[in-house]
Nanobody, 126 residues
Framework: QVQLVESGGGLVQVGGSLRLSCAAASRSFGTYAMGWFRQAPGKEREFVAAINWNGGKTDYDDSVKGRFTISRDVAKSMVFLQMNSLKPEDTAVYYC???????????????????WGQGTQVTVSS
């Protein structure tokens, strides 16, 4: 069982930055891959970024490449999403998630993640 708590969301203007954090309550934090997803009103949950168990591999959706950076701090059992140059279309609830069964990978498929946080709202105003 892994409990995840996201924080860092808020209201920001176009072009601004936010840093999301995800704290994992687990003794085995360094043994699984992590991902960030987002869901805007009326839309499906979509992949944003993922990082493998040791941070050696990352992957991003094309819509955020060059603007967002995923990282992890194993000692603190935390994953981060640095979001720069934010756009109105980045507005959504952001979720972090754990991929327990494929720690070496960076899956883009939401159904391959077993544990989810409660989400944090990001709103980008124009």
């Amino acid at each position: 069982q892994v409990q995840l708590v996201e924080s860092g969301g808020g209201l920001v203007q176009v072009g601004g930055s936010l840093r999301l954090s995800c704290a994992a309550a687990s003794r085995s934090f360094g043994t699984y891959a992590m991902g960030w997803f987002r869901q805007a009103p009326g839309k499906e949950r979509e992949f944003v970024a993922a990082i493998n168990w040791n941070g050696g591999k990352t992957d991003y959706d094309d819509s955020v490449k060059g603007r967002f950076t995923i990282s992890r701090d194993v000692a603190k059992s935390m994953v981060f999403l640095q979001m720069n140059s934010l756009k109105p279309e980045d507005t959504a609830v952001y979720y972090c998630a754990v991929d327990w069964t494929a720690p070496w990978g960076t899956s883009k498929m939401a159904n391959e993640y077993e544990y989810w946080g409660q989400g944090t709202q990001v709103t980008v105003s124009s």
